[in-house]
C-alpha cells in the first residue's frame, strides 16, 4: 500500500506565496496571522503592516469585508459575496472583487479563526462588458445593412442632380454654394453609411507580421503635422523589446490612428499626448490545449477635459458622441477590431485631469488562431 503524502508546511507555504488569489487569515480576535503577496498587491499593503493588527482598523472603511469577516467568526460558518465588492484602498486602483469567508477549525474541532479568499473580477467584468457591447453591435449591424442598400441607391442620386446642377448654375457663385452644401453633405451620410457597413460587415481579416512601435511611431510621425498649427506634442515611449505579433497591420493602423486622433482633438493647445507600450505584466491570456500568451499594452494618454462620468458608460454605443460633427461610430469600430483580435480596450479619466486609453492586445506569434479562455492577473 502507497504511503499516504502529506504537503509538508513549506509546500503549504509555496502554495500561499504563489496562489493568484488574496488570501487573509485572521485569529479568533480579528487579528491577521497570514497575509499573502496577492493581498499586499490588491491593497497595497505590505505584510509587516498587517500581520498582528486587526482586520477590522485596517479596513474599516470596507464595510462589507468586515461583516463578512465578524458573520464568519461569530457564527462559524462560511459565507460568501460573489457581487462584485469595490475594494478601494490609499495608493491602489479600485478592484471589483468576489469574497468568500471560511471558518478554521483545530483538528479538536475548535474555531481559532477564519480565512478570506478575495478573487479578482477585474477581467471578467470586461468580458461580460465585451459580451454586451457584441451584442449591441450585432443588432445594429444587422439594421446597418438593411437600412445601407435603401439609402445609398437615392443618394446616388442627390448626387449626380446635384453635381449636374452646379454645372447649370456656372456662374452663379451664390446658388453653386447651395448646390455645393448639397453635395459635401451627400458625401458625409455616405461615409456614415460606409462607416456602418464596415461595423455590420468588417473585411476578413489579414493576418501577418506587425511590430507595434513602428505602426505607432509612423502614426504619430503623421499626426503631428496635422495637430502642428496647435502645438500639440507627442512623447513616446515605447518598449523596444517587443517581438512581432501576428495581427493584421492595417486594422492595428486603423484601430491606432483613431484613437490618437481622439486624443489630439481632445487636447488642449500646447498639450501633450503620452504614448506608452509594454508588455502587461498584470494579465495574461489563458489559452485551452496551450501555454498562456502574454499581452502588450498600449497607453495612450491626453490632457484634454476628460469624459464626464454620464458619457462615459456610452461611448462604445453606436451614434453616441459628444464631437461636433461627429458620427458616433469611431470607437464602435474600434471595440469591433479589438473584439476581433481578442483583446481588450479601456478608456477611463485620469486622477490628473485628462483621458487614458489602454489597449490589450494578446502577444501572438505565429499564425495559429488561439481562443481565449479566460484572463488570469
Known amino acids: 500500500m502507497t504511503a499516504e503524502i502529506q504537503p509538508s508546511p513549506q509546500e503549504y507555504a509555496m502554495i500561499l506565496e504563489n496562489i493568484e488569489d488574496a488570501v487573509i487569515a485572521l485569529d479568533q480576535q480579528g487579528m491577521m496571522t497570514l497575509f499573502n503577496p496577492a493581498a499586499q498587491h490588491y491593497t497595497g499593503i505590505s505584510e509587516k503592516q498587517s500581520l498582528g493588527k486587526c482586520f477590522f482598523e485596517r479596513f474599516k472603511q470596507q464595510k462589507r469585508l ?10 462559524t460558518r462560511s459565507i460568501s459575496d460573489h457581487e462584485a465588492i469595490t475594494l478601494r484602498t490609499p495608493g491602489t486602483k479600485p478592484r471589483p472583487v468576489s469574497v468568500t469567508v471560511s471558518p478554521i477549525f483545530t483538528p479538536e474541532g475548535a474555531q481559532q479563526g477564519a480565512v478570506m479568499i478575495l478573487r479578482d473580477l477585474t477581467q471578467a467584468l470586461s468580458l461580460e462588458e465585451m459580451g454586451r457591447r457584441a451584442d449591441r453591435l450585432s443588432t445594429i449591424g444587422t439594421l446597418a445593412a438593411g437600412l445601407a442598400h435603401e439609402i445609398k441607391n437615392p443618394l446616388s442620386g442627390i448626387k449626380g442632380a446635384a453635381q449636374l446642377l452646379q454645372m447649370e448654375l456656372e456662374g452663379n457663385r451664390e446658388l453653386q454654394e447651395y448646390t455645393g452644401l448639397m453635395i459635401r453633405e451627400t458625401e458625409r451620410v455616405n461615409r456614415i453609411i460606409e462607416e456602418l457597413l464596415n461595423l455590420s460587415r468588417p473585411r476578413k481579416a489579414r493576418p501577418g507580421k506587425a511590430n507595434i512601435s513602428q505602426i505607432l511611431d509612423e502614426i504619430v510621425m503623421l499626426q503631428k503635422q496635422v495637430f502642428a ?149
Do not use: W
Open 229 to 377: 498649427d496647435r502645438s500639440i506634442r507627442f512623447a513616446l515611449r515605447l518598449d523596444p523589446s517587443i517581438p512581432d505579433i501576428y495581427s493584421d497591420r492595417d486594422l492595428l493602423v486603423q484601430l491606432f490612428l483613431n484613437l490618437i486622433k481622439n486624443a489630439g482633438e481632445a487636447s488642449p493647445e500646447n498639450g501633450e499626448i503620452a504614448i506608452e507600450s509594454r508588455i502587461d505584466a498584470e494579465y495574461h491570456m489563458s489559452i485551452s490545449g496551450a501555454r498562456s500568451t502574454q499581452m502588450v499594452l498600449v497607453t495612450i494618454n491626453d490632457e484634454g477635459p476628460g469624459i464626464p462620468q454620464k458619457h462615459l458608460e456610452h461611448i462604445f454605443m453606436p451614434f453616441y458622441t459628444t464631437k461636433t460633427g461627429g458620427s458616433g461610430l469611431g470607437l464602435a469600430v474600434c471595440q469591433r477590431i479589438i473584439s476581433d483580435f481578442g483583446g481588450f480596450l479601456n478608456i477611463s479619466n485620469r486622477p490628473q485631469g485628462g483621458t487614458s486609453v489602454k489597449v490589450s492586445l494578446p502577444l501572438h506569434r505565429d499564425g495559429r488562431r488561439e481562443t481565449a479562455t479566460k484572463m488570469i492577473s
Open 66 to 75: 468586515c461583516f463578512l469577516a465578524r458573520t464568519t467568526l461569530e457564527e
